[in-house]
């Protein structure tokens, strides 16, 4: 992983939004990260940093979600493969999930909408 410097303002001083980190392991894409043991949560700020970054012209559509020490539970992962179905205004490309202490990795298969 390679952080992504937080050092490009707008032109009233506020600073433009960016994605947190470039996957160089990962094919160098560019990924939000958002920490949380809680779906709420997790739902609540991957959706606005799509539509807010969209709003404002960067693509924010891969996300690393954090779990901390928790397991991710099998409701969890239900909802984060449905998140583009459920989702029409935020969709993403990716999603991996990062439990246990950082001991487990696992990509999310995003469901496609029929």
Known sequence: ???????????????????????LANG??????????????IRDHI???????????IAKDNFL???????LSPAMRRNLERWNVDRSAAHVRGIWVLSENGAKLERIILMSQK
């Open 1 to 23: 992983m390679e952080w992504i410097p937080r050092d490009k303002y707008n032109a009233s001083g506020g600073l433009l939004p960016s994605n947190d980190f470039v996957w």
């Open 28 to 41: 160098s894409i560019e990924c939000e990260q958002k920490g949380s043991a809680k779906w709420r949560t």
């Open 47 to 57: 959706k606005n940093a799509v539509t807010k970054g969209a709003a404002q012209g």
């Open 65 to 71: 979600v954090d779990l901390g020490r928790r397991s």
